[in-house]
């Protein structure tokens, strides 16, 4: 008698933590980090391999057009709602960067101003 009284407010105290949401939970990132110092160094004539060298492998292969890469990432917070996220996508012409696209992409580089003396 004395036990199941014990297990019952055991039972009742865990419910209550529970509800009261107490436990945390860690953020969760998912996908491919994109460094944006690593993005960065991408450009135009780059081979695959030295691709996969700053980025790692694409996270979802693409098994319609084996010339484009796609790297997504995004963080949920402790609801589980997303509240970061960035997309970039690798296009390969003759297995050398074509471009690139989505938000992560790195600005178009302006030629330097030519120095006059």
Same mark, same amino acid.
């Given at each position: 008698?004395?036990?199941?009284?014990?297990?019952?407010? !055991?039972? !009742?105290?865990?419910?209550?933590?529970?509800?009261?949401?107490?436990?945390?939970?860690?953020?969760?990132? #998912?996908?491919? =980090?994109?460094?944006?110092? !690593?993005?960065? #160094?991408?450009?135009?004539?780059?081979?695959?391999?030295?691709?996969?060298?700053?980025?790692?492998?694409?996270?979802?292969?693409?098994?319609?057009?084996?010339?484009?890469?796609?790297?997504?990432?995004?963080?949920?917070? #402790?609801?589980?709602?997303?509240?970061?996220?960035?997309?970039?996508? =690798?296009?390969?012409?003759?297995?050398?960067?074509?471009?690139?696209?989505?938000?992560?992409?790195?600005?178009?580089?302006?030629?330097?101003?030519?120095?006059?003396?």
């Amino acid at each position: 008698m004395r036990t199941i009284k014990s297990v019952r407010l !055991l039972a !009742l105290l865990a419910g209550l933590a529970l509800a009261s949401g107490c436990l945390y939970r860690l953020p969760i990132d #998912q996908g491919n =980090v994109l460094n944006p110092d !690593l993005v960065e #160094q991408l450009e135009p004539g780059m081979t695959r391999s030295q691709v996969m060298f700053l980025l790692g492998t694409p996270m979802i292969p693409n098994g319609f057009n084996t010339d484009r890469w796609d790297y997504y990432f995004y963080r949920k917070d #402790q609801k589980g709602k997303v509240f970061a996220s960035k997309r970039l996508t =690798v296009w390969f012409k003759d297995d050398k960067v074509d471009r690139l696209d989505g938000d992560a992409a790195p600005k178009p580089r302006t030629p330097a101003a030519a120095v006059t003396g």
